[in-house]
Each structure stands twice: as structure tokens, then as C-alpha cells.
């Protein structure tokens, strides 16, 4: 299936892995991309080495195209936008800043630069800054969130810049990637689904709680603070939402989350940590293999009469 993101990309399919801290590291991402797809490896706080030796990981087994996410506001980001460099990753995501300072080393190095945004604004500078295209993410998406839906984000999007745009937030199936399509994009971003495939490595607990999930069972917390975060219900959501009504201070609120990602990805703690999800949860009812799921979606594509 060819359209202006898979030429741009070299990958056979218009889907990319979201860059999800604690959950995309080199097992996700070489499956993803062996399946066709661009797997992504989260840098999100961590040091460069262990950037690094994720990277060589994923080499070891595949030798598709796959792509680092960067949160450039990580101590880290300095070393780990420079190991993307010297390891020859072929694909960058940025999130959580302007990836501006990055972009002369990495377009000299043949690296194509691909930040995340939630408006037309920070799309049309990444644009200016040497952007090869952009991830426009609604905020339907799990973990940190934007104002803007992607049915209204996209679009807008898209009729704002030249680079391709691909779509983020609220897409689990064949339809979702068809409307994506229609409005404009050249590709989708898919966190949700990929958290429940095989090659996955988070604790299972994670998995079955976003199995067992319904449309109504995601919470936003922290927008008092201005870091909104999606990720489904549980005693954690409950209790923060609690404390913010009541005007907690914004340190009594990030104590309550601090190490909650990793609480709920690798110990399974999944009554007090973060199980970050993407409204879409509900739709997310079996878990495949990486090669199966992107499969699956091509086959519902088809189904509709998408052919690129």
C-alpha cells in the first residue's frame, strides 16, 4: 500500500507504533517493523546507553526501517538525539518540546524528523524547521493529551502544511485508518492496540485491564495543572481527580503519580499506577501478534475500498 508516508519512510504500510514510554522498546518496535508497519523505540527519560542498546537490539532482529521517539524535555535528550546519530537510526518522533536545535544534525544525517503536535500553529513551525512530516494526535489519544479532537485536528492539519500529516488518537481499526484517509492524512500513529500484542513485553495485568475496558472507562487527570493525561479508571484516577477538585497543590498531585507508568507497565500494579490508554480501549478486544493486528487492519481497509 503506497501513499506519500510509506515512500518517505521506505515501510510497506501507512502505520506507525506509538513511541510509548515503558512500553515501546525494541521487542515492539522490530515487530512492528518486520510486520510492515514503523516500530518505534520510547526514549522517554531515559540515559542515551540505554538508547543505544535498544537501537542495536532492534537491529538484531529486523532489518526494516524503525524510528526512536524522543520527549525532548528529558535530561537526556542532548545525548539521546546524539546516539540517534551515531547508531544511524533511520527515523526520529519528537514530543514535548521543538525538536529546532536537533534538526541541522539530524537532517545532515539523513534522519527523518517527525514531531508530534496539537495544532496548526506547531504544525506549520515544524514545517518551517525542516520537518519531513508531522503526527498530528488528538486528544482521544492515551498519555498526555492536546485540547483538539482528531476528527477536527487533522484536517485542519492537513490543509496547513505541504509535508505529509499522520493521524493520531482514537484509531483502532481498518474504519479509524479509512477516516484518517478522508481527512487528509497520509498515514495513522497506533499506540492502544499495540500495547496488547504478543510481542508487547509489558505485565500482562496491563493488557488485560485495556481487554476488559469499555468506551466510558478512560479519565483525564491533570488538567488543573496543565498536563492533562489520559489512562483507564482505577483507584489512582479516583483519588487524583479527588485531590484536584479540592485545589491539591501541584506537587501533592505529581507525588501521587510519580513512577506510575512503571508501577502499571512492568510490575502490574494496576490498581495504583498509570495504565495510560487511549479512548479506543473499548474497541481493543484480542491480542495478536504485531504481524497479525497490521494485517488485520489491511484486510478491514480493503473491505471499505481503500486502496492507496
Known amino acids: 500500500m503506497k501513499t506519500k508516508l510509506t515512500e518517505l519512510l521506505g515501510i510497506q504500510y501507512p502505520i506507525i507504533q506509538g513511541g510509548m514510554a515503558w512500553v515501546a522498546e525494541y521487542h515492539l518496535a522490530a515487530a512492528v517493523s518486520e510486520a ?16 543505544r542498546e535498544q537501537v542495536r537490539k532492534a537491529k538484531e532482529l529486523t532489518r526494516s526501517p524503525f524510528g526512536v521517539n524522543i520527549m525532548l524535555m528529558s535530561p537526556y ?4 538525539a ?8 533511520q527515523v526520529v518522533t519528537t514530543g514535548a518540546g521543538s525538536p529546532e536545535k536537533y534538526m541541522k544534525m539530524w537532517k545532515e544525517a539523513g534522519i527523518k524528523v517527525i514531531p508530534v503536535v496539537a495544532s496548526v500553529a506547531q504544525a506549520r513551525r515544524m514545517e518551517r524547521c525542516g520537518a519531513d512530516a508531522v503526527v498530528a494526535e488528538g486528544m482521544e489519544s492515551g498519555g498526555h493529551v492536546g485540547e483538539s479532537t482528531t476528527m477536527a485536528l487533522v484536517p485542519q492539519v492537513a490543509d496547513a502544511v505541504e509535508i505529509p500529516v ?9 474504519r479509524g485508518i479509512a477516516a484518517a484517509f478522508m481527512l487528509g492524512a497520509q498515514g495513522v500513529q497506533m499506540g492502544t492496540c499495540f500495547i496488547v500484542t504478543n510481542e508487547s513485553q509489558v505485565h500482562d495485568n496491563y493488557k488485560k485491564c485495556i481487554l476488559k475496558a469499555r468506551d466510558i472507562d478512560t479519565r483525564v487527570t491533570g488538567r488543573s495543572t ?18 484536584e477538585q479540592e485545589g491539591a497543590s501541584f506537587e501533592e498531585l505529581e507525588n501521587l503519580t510519580l513512577g506510575g507508568l512503571r508501577k502499571a507497565v512492568v510490575e502490574g500494579d494496576v490498581v495504583n499506577g498509570s495504565v495510560m490508554s487511549g479512548q479506543i480501549a473499548g474497541l481493543v478486544k484480542e491480542e495478536l501478534s504485531c504481524k497479525e493486528l497490521i494485517q488485520k487492519l489491511m484486510r478491514e481497509l480493503e473491505a471499505l475500498g481503500i486502496q492507496k
Open 77 to 80: 535528550a542532548d545525548e539521546v
Open 36 to 51: 510492515g508497519g514503523l516500530g518505534l523505540i520510547g526514549a522517554a527519560s531515559a540515559p542515551g546507553d540505554w538508547v
Open 226 to 243: 496543565g498536563h492533562p493525561v489520559r489512562a483507564l479508571r482505577n483507584q489512582m484516577t479516583k483519588e487524583y481527580l479527588k485531590k
Open 166 to 174: 499522520v493521524a493520531a488518537g482514537g484509531i483502532a481499526d481498518g
Open 82 to 89: 546524539k546516539v540517534i546519530v551515531e547508531e544511524g537510526v
